[in-house]
């Protein structure tokens, strides 16, 4: 999976509900993905429970967590995705658990793939 840029923050694209959605490849998020609240209802997912979570300034907070499916590297996976009230979608460190990542900003390079 190639990604890009933006504004200096490699970015993916994620198919979510079969709905394409860029997201900040974030190495400090532990989840799967995290997308703004709007977002979540537009695509009509389930709720499934809450969850707490740490901020990156250390602020804890409490959110929705929905289930969702998603293609990610040629496969339809189902992965919990939580809320935020950010404009911002993220793909966590939990959704690259069996995968290499290569980020070069110099070079312009956003690269995931499977782990051999």
Same mark, same amino acid.
């Given at each position: 999976?190639?990604?890009?840029?933006?504004?200096?923050?490699?970015?993916?694209? /994620?198919?979510?509900?079969?709905? !394409?959605?860029?997201?900040?490849?974030?190495?400090?998020?532990?989840?799967?993905?995290?997308?703004?609240?709007?977002?979540?209802?537009?695509?009509?997912?389930?709720?499934?429970?809450?969850?707490?979570?740490?901020?990156?300034?250390?602020? !804890?907070?409490?959110? !929705?967590?929905?289930?969702?499916?998603?293609?990610?590297?040629?496969?339809?996976?189902?992965?919990?995705? /939580?809320?935020?009230?950010?404009?911002?979608?993220?793909?966590?460190?939990?959704?690259?658990?069996?995968?290499?990542?290569?980020?070069?900003? !110099?070079?312009?390079?956003?690269?995931?793939?499977?782990?051999?």
């Amino acid at each position: 999976m190639k990604g890009y840029f933006e504004f200096g923050s490699p970015i993916i694209e /994620l198919f979510i509900e079969g709905r !394409k959605i860029p997201a900040l490849l974030d190495t400090g998020f532990n989840g799967h993905i995290m997308l703004p609240e709007p977002t979540i209802m537009e695509l009509a997912l389930d709720q499934i429970g809450v969850s707490d979570y740490l901020t990156a300034s250390g602020d !804890k907070r409490f959110t !929705k967590v929905y289930r969702g499916n998603i293609k990610f590297l040629n496969e339809n996976i189902e992965v919990p995705i /939580l809320s935020t009230e950010s404009e911002y979608s993220l793909a966590g460190m939990e959704l690259f658990d069996n995968c290499k990542l290569t980020i070069e900003r !110099k070079k312009n390079i956003v690269d995931v793939s499977k782990s051999k």
